[in-house]
T-cell receptor, first 116, second 113 residues
Framework: KAGVTQTPRYLIKTRGQQVTLSCSPISGHRSVSWYQQTPGQGLQFLFEYFSETQRNKGNFPGRFSGRQFSNSRSEMNVSTLELGDSALYLCASSLGPSGSEGNTIYFGEGSWLTVV | GNSVTQMEGPVTLSEEAFLTINCTYTATGYPSLFWYVQYPGEGLQLLLK?????DKGSNKGFEATYRKETTSFHLEKGSVQVSDSAVYFC????????????FGTGTLLAVQP
């Protein structure tokens, strides 16, 4: 069974541009979360979606947004890019929204964003 | 608030040495606890988990026991290999209707032959 798939894997953008990252969860998974990983701040939660609804949001500016489609695929968008947005963006999927024992969270390999 | 504290690295060991990476947490309620591993250039892989007090998670020779009395979830392995070199993250999920994970800062493990 395919894992969590993120595209693109690598991209370079210029300050002020916007970027859209895509995530396809494991088949049958309906919950998708996004994280930002940087050397300075570590792994930080961005947002979480279930059944096309945002369930939870981290402490990021409004330039960071996301959405989930009816097939559970998700996208995140960052507008007006800043140098500090350079990071590895990780997507994670799980069966459902709850923290039940069987609800293991699986991560994709991430999208490496460099802002120049 | 909810948080995870893990020992700073890097941890440098010789092959076949014993490994301990300390992890303590602060959380409201009854969190689930996880160890994830990240190899260079890759995403996170779930290594093991424990969902309630006294549970022991184990996988690939790694073990960690959920200790509620000491709020700890230390990672151990009896004999490390060069292939275990990676960054290890301790994380908690506070439960309820959310999958939000709170991560520690990560510990780099370097195993030398």
């Amino acid at each position: 069974k395919a894992g969590v798939t993120q595209t693109p894997r690598y991209l370079i953008k210029t300050r002020g541009q916007q970027v859209t990252l895509s995530c396809s969860p494991i088949s049958g998974h309906r919950s998708v979360s996004w994280y930002q990983q940087t050397p300075g701040q570590g792994l930080q939660f961005l947002f979480e979606y279930f059944s096309e609804t945002q369930r939870n949001k981290g402490n990021f500016p409004g330039r960071f947004s996301g959405r989930q489609f009816s097939n559970s695929r998700s996208e995140m968008n960052v507008s007006t890019l800043e140098l500090g947005d350079s990071a590895l963006y990780l997507c994670a999927s799980s069966l459902g929204p709850s923290g039940s024992e069987g609800n293991t969270i699986y991560f994709g390999e991430g999208s490496w964003l460099t802002v120049v | 608030g909810n948080s995870v504290t893990q020992m700073e690295g890097p941890v440098t060991l010789s092959e076949e040495a014993f490994l301990t990476i300390n992890c303590t947490y602060t959380a409201t309620g009854y969190p689930s606890l996880f160890w994830y591993v990240q190899y260079p250039g890759e995403g996170l892989q779930l290594l093991l988990k424990a969902t309630k007090a006294d549970d022991k998670g184990s996988n690939k020779g790694f073990e960690a026991t959920y200790r509620k009395e000491t709020t700890s979830f230390h990672l151990e392995k009896g004999s490390v290999q060069v292939s275990d070199s990676a960054v290890y993250f301790c994380a908690l999920r506070i439960g309820g209707a959310t999958n939000k994970l709170i991560f520690g800062t990560g510990t780099l493990l370097a195993v030398q032959p």
